[in-house]
């Protein structure tokens, strides 16, 4: 069995591994990161997107030996000192959630998003969420969050 390490939301992991095993599945159930839901397990929904190296991946589609040697970074690992990241405040306060069960992966997604574009348009937002699918609140509030979040993520980075 290949041994893989791995930093999820920066702590250090050593693990052993099957070879067909996903990361979304290392990730919640060896490693306890339930915030990352399964959804379909085809990469069709976008539940189960996070970070590996900076980039969006939906983690059903990765296997956890490809992460090898990589830093992820997932809903649970994006706030810092009991605080919510920006953008998952702003989904709170706009209201972009119903289930709820879509949110980690929009919220991941999004975050990557504004990493190319820091002020997206609507049709933007829309395009770049495209592969994350809700099924409760019809985007409108979700676009609406991904544009405060981009707001006051734009505010924290030009503060010293």
Wanted: charged share 20%.
């Amino acid at each position: 069995m290949p041994r893989i390490s791995v930093t999820v939301d920066g702590i250090s992991y050593e693990e052993d591994v099957e070879p067909r095993l996903l990361l979304v599945h290392l990730l919640r159930e060896r490693l306890g990161k339930t915030g990352t839901p399964v959804g379909c397990d085809t990469s069709n929904c976008g539940a189960c997107t996070v970070m590996l190296d900076g980039k969006s991946v939906k983690s059903c589609s990765v296997l956890a030996v490809q992460a090898d040697g990589c830093e992820i970074v997932t809903i649970e690992g994006l706030g810092s000192g009991g605080s919510m990241h920006p953008m998952q405040r702003a989904f709170h306060e706009e209201h972009a959630l119903q289930c709820g069960y879509c949110t980690p992966g929009m919220v991941m997604a999004a975050i990557d998003l504004l990493r190319d574009d820091p002020d997206p348009s609507e049709d933007a937002i829309r395009q770049g969420l495209e592969g994350n699918l809700c099924r409760c609140t019809g985007y409108c509030n979700i676009v609406r969050a991904v544009r405060r979040g981009a707001q006051e993520m734009g505010q924290a980075v030009s503060t010293p």
